[in-house]
T-cell receptor, first 121, second 111 residues
Framework: GAVVSQHPSRVICKSGTSVKIECRSL??????MFWYRQFPKKSLMLMAT?????????EQGVEKDKFLINHASLTLSTLTVTSAHPEDSSFYIC?????????????????FGEGSRLTVL | ELKVEQNPLFLSMQEGKNYTIYCNYSTTSDRLYWYRQDPGKSLESLFV?????AVKQEGRLMASLDTKARLSTLHITAAVHDLSATYFC???????????FGSGTKLNVKP
């Protein structure tokens, strides 16, 4: 399957600082990437859809200014948690779909990055 | 509101036994996906079901999709400890717009 790489896998930061998480599609181009948040023992919550070359689409209740998403190229999307607080501590996972040339979709299967565990002290 | 419901939420079973996990969803969708998540890890794709009646098997796991009943099943045959994980189903009802995940089924296979 397609490979999505996420970095860092773990990050610990002080309250008030900003943290950037990178998500890369290694062997395919991804015009769209998705960012999820997962609380302990819970399901995945979609935060936003990241679109290459345009603004991200945020889900209801997700603060755009808190969670900045940039999708500058077809292989890279970043999530920046700004002014992080302990309640932002969570497991963040990015995902992407394989697109055929010309933007057509293949099976529609989502491939997930390894996830980033954020702990805000 | 679109709902994706899995049951059971927790499943403890002995090795060698069979069991089925159910995934019901509340809207039309021709696509359904099953994923596995190990503790502290990300999601691993298990099955992609793209049409009504689709059945796929991999090892001791078999997944099926009935789009008319809005139901997918994940059947476990002769469970082994290595299958212990959380299993998620997900639907994509609006064709590549977004995925909706079930709550997950935590499976514990006792040796």
């Amino acid at each position: 399957g397609a490979v999505v790489s996420q970095h860092p896998s773990r990050v610990i930061c002080k309250s008030g600082t900003s943290v950037k998480i990178e998500c890369r599609s290694l062997d395919f181009q991804a015009t769209t990437m998705f960012w999820y948040r997962q609380f302990p023992k819970k399901s995945l919550m979609l935060m936003a859809t990241s679109n290459e070359g345009s603004k991200a689409t945020y889900e209801q209740g997700v603060e755009k200014d808190k969670f900045l998403i940039n999708h500058a190229s077809l292989t890279l999307s970043t999530l920046t948690v700004t002014s992080a607080h302990p309640e932002d501590s969570s497991f963040y996972i990015c995902s992407a779909r394989v697109s055929l040339a010309g933007g057509l979709i293949n099976t529609g299967e989502l491939f997930f990055g390894e996830g980033s565990r954020l702990t805000v002290l | 509101e679109l709902k994706v419901e899995q049951n059971p939420l927790f499943l403890s079973m002995q090795e060698g036994k069979n069991y089925t996990i159910y995934c019901n969803y509340s809207t039309t969708s021709d696509r359904l996906y099953w994923y596995r998540q190990d503790p502290g890890k990300s999601l691993e794709s298990l099955f992609v079901l793209l049409s009504n009646g689709a059945v796929k098997q991999e090892g001791r796991l078999m997944a099926s999709l009935d789009t008319k009943a809005r139901l997918s099943t994940l059947h476990i045959t002769a469970a082994v400890h290595d299958l212990s994980a959380t299993y998620f189903c997900a639907v994509d009802p609006y064709n590549f717009n977004k995925f909706y995940f079930g709550s997950g089924t935590k499976l514990n296979v006792k040796p």
